[in-house]
């Protein structure tokens, strides 16, 4: 089994990222952010909580982690980032209009008759999306396949799939885990935002996960945990994933849901539902005041 | 009589025509796929000797995907596959796959249009002893309901072998249904087979009435036509392997050529094969059609021969259905 020592990790969290390597993800976390705001409010429905909690996590990936090119998004070397819980894919529009997929202006077409931005993402609508998600529990089967078949053609692309906490209610889920530990992949990282919510409540409350770290580790998957919004962090906790090849590797990210919009985090009843216009102003005010710590603002 | 352009076997008629199940030509199917593209894997759920996944196991077994009992997992990483460019064969009884596992097939497969290719065993009450919970009678339906999906259900072995091949060289979501029980091998090598096409496999002179039959009752569709034939009572036999997308202009044909329609098919009537008929029939040419299947009710235990028998699927039971449809009467069950 390979562990890394607590000197070692913090030589990796050194090497993994500059003081402006940081700035930058950060920066475009909150432009993702208020695009968020501004695609839900135009939208009138949709998912608010889990897409702002993931915001710094999906910057780091389009803007540090992924092997990818926004104007080829075909592109077969590419990483994978398979979404498996599609209902926060407003983070993913958001974050790839922001990567240069397409124009920012299109994100305000989420969910209207004709879009390439579905509620819940299809691949076939909107190049860049890898697969076609939203039914909760299917995405870790997908990536575990794709990461199976890199390996028998020995290719080196990374595949990387994140899921939801309330999602891991899914039988599916655990008869993935399983597969993907006794296969042994070692080019497949598992992302799971940890933000304790679920649409009827807080996930504890609506069903108990249990252990999720040693549920995960007895089945032969490497366990790591993070502050979902320290970039710094999670970008060293993906670095000691792709560092570890005889096991999956999951890493629990510790998110506030709503995170930027302090009248909201932590507020399950926010998980599925957009604000209204009202609402929206006032959010936004509040994102760019970064959550009140600026005195004043310059919306 | 037989229609000579199907090339049938030699000893159609005969006791000892060979009695081979549609599962075996899974077996050699994917096996002849896997030769010509490397691409080709077969995934199984805990059920590889039943299925006949083990026999391309034996010849690729780095290409073989044991999943354990997970069929929901299994349609997830089959659609995984094929999203990285392999063509997958999942294997697993059809109570099971697509029984257990529709949602699954419904996002990562259909909608999500990944050549994917979903091999359903055991289907039909003629699975026999293991009784109502394994006998799938409801995957016809829910397969053809899907967008994107190609509905196979093949006649014999041989049919089933050309079915698999056929599958794996195109784009398309491809449901294949398959049976356990050993039935007539009625096709040859040299029998023609397309994804899409119809067969005819009698043909009478002035036919009063068109068996169109899928799966392995064409077999006994052809039975009943042939004593029918003997009572100076003509009859079309269309085999229909592909049930969706359907051979509209065979069906238009045949429906215009005998005037009555009886589908049978080895599912409930309720949207499968022979609802499929009556959609399309319905609107461009209304006949009066029977639909012979399995009348919303579940299987039981007994042996295959048994069980067609009991649930009005035996060549003679269909000969009488049909004699009694002929003389005008709709009601004959």
Same mark, same amino acid.
């Given at each position: ?299 | ?34 030769? %010509? ?67 699954? #097939? ?33 995957? #016809? ?15 014999? %072995?041989?049919?089933?072998?050309? %079915? ?78 592909? #049930? ?17 329609? #009886? ?71």
């Amino acid at each position: 089994m390979l562990r890394f020592q607590t000197k070692e990790r913090a030589i990796l969290k050194i090497m993994s990222l500059t003081d402006a390597e940081v700035a930058l993800i950060e920066e475009k976390a909150e432009a993702i952010r208020e695009t968020i705001l501004d695609m839900l409010v135009e939208a009138k429905s949709g998912h608010t909580a889990g897409p702002l909690g993931m915001a710094d996590i999906f910057a780091a990936f389009y803007f540090h982690i992924l092997k990818h090119d926004p104007k080829n998004p075909d592109w077969e070397d590419r990483d994978r980032l398979i979404l498996s819980n599609g209902h926060i894919v407003p983070v993913r529009y958001a974050t790839m209009a922001h990567a240069g997929y397409f124009p920012i202006e299109e994100c305000l077409t989420l969910r209207k008759l004709g879009s390439r931005l579905q509620g819940h993402p299809e691949r076939l609508r909107l190049p860049g999306l890898e697969t076609t998600s939203g039914p909760l529990g299917e995405g870790l089967s997908q990536a575990a396949a794709l990461a199976h078949a890199f390996r028998m053609d020995d290719k080196p692309q990374q595949v990387y799939v994140c899921m939801g906490d309330g999602e891991q209610d899914e039988g599916n889920i655990w008869e993935a885990v399983m597969w993907a530990g006794k296969q042994k992949l070692p080019n497949i990282t598992a992302v799971i935002d940890r933000n304790n919510i679920q649409i009827d409540g807080m996930t504890e409350d609506v069903m108990p996960l249990g252990d999720l770290r040693d549920k995960y580790e007895s089945f032969g998957w490497h366990v790591l945990e993070v502050n979902g919004h320290d970039v710094r962090a999670f970008v060293a906790a993906v670095d000691e994933a792709k560092s570890i090849f005889e096991k999956p590797v999951a890493i629990i990210a510790h998110t506030i849901p709503g995170k930027g919009v302090p009248d909201i985090e932590f507020d399950y009843h926010w998980h599925g539902k957009p604000p209204t216009k009202e609402e929206g102003e006032r959010f936004m005010k509040e994102l760019r005041s970064g959550a009140g710590r600026v005195p004043h603002e310059y919306a | 009589m037989v229609n000579q352009n199907a090339a049938l076997s030699k000893d159609l008629f005969s006791k000892d025509i060979e009695q081979k199940p549609t599962r075996d030509g899974f077996g050699t199917g994917t096996i002849e796929a896997g030769k %010509a593209d490397p691409a080709v894997l077969v995934l199984c759920a805990d059920l590889k000797e039943s299925t006949r996944a083990e026999w391309f196991e034996k010849e690729f077994p780095d290409r073989f995907i044991e999943v354990g009992i997970g069929e929901q997992n299994m349609a997830g990483l089959a659609a995984g596959f094929a999203l990285a460019g392999k063509v997958p064969f999942m294997a697993s009884y059809a109570a099971f796959s697509p029984g257990r596992n529709y949602e699954q #097939i419904r996002t990562t497969i259909a909608l999500n249009e990944v050549p994917v290719k979903i091999a359903g065993m055991h289907a039909g009450v003629s699975v026999g002893p293991d009784g109502a919970t394994h006998q799938m009678l409801e995957d #016809i339906g829910l397969m053809r309901m899907l967008p994107n999906m190609v509905v196979i259900n093949p006649v014999d %072995a041989i049919e089933a072998h050309k %079915a698999v091949v056929a599958a794996a060289k195109t784009k398309q979501p491809t449901y294949i249904r398959f049976g356990r029980s050993g039935v007539s091998t009625i096709t040859t090598e040299a029998t023609p087979f397309e994804i899409g096409k119809t067969l005819v496999l009698w043909k009478g002179e002035k036919p009063k009435v068109a068996f169109l039959a899928t799966g392995s009752m064409s077999s006994t569709a052809l039975a009943a036509a042939r004593a029918l034939s003997a009572d100076g009572i003509e009859s079309i036999v269309l085999h229909v392997p592909t #049930i969706k997308p359907l051979d509209e202009a065979a069906v238009l044909a045949a429906a215009k050529a005998a005037g009555k329609v #009886i589908t049978i098919e080895e599912h409930q009537i309720a949207g499968g094969f022979g609802s499929a008929v009556c959609e399309y029939l319905s609107s461009a040419y209304p006949v009066p059609v029977m639909r012979l299947g399995i009348h919303d009710m579940f299987g039981q235990s007994g042996t295959p021969e048994e069980l067609l028998e009991h649930y009005g699927l035996s060549a003679p039971h269909i000969t009488e259905v049909a004699r009694t449809f002929v003389g005008g009467k709709q009601n004959a069950l």
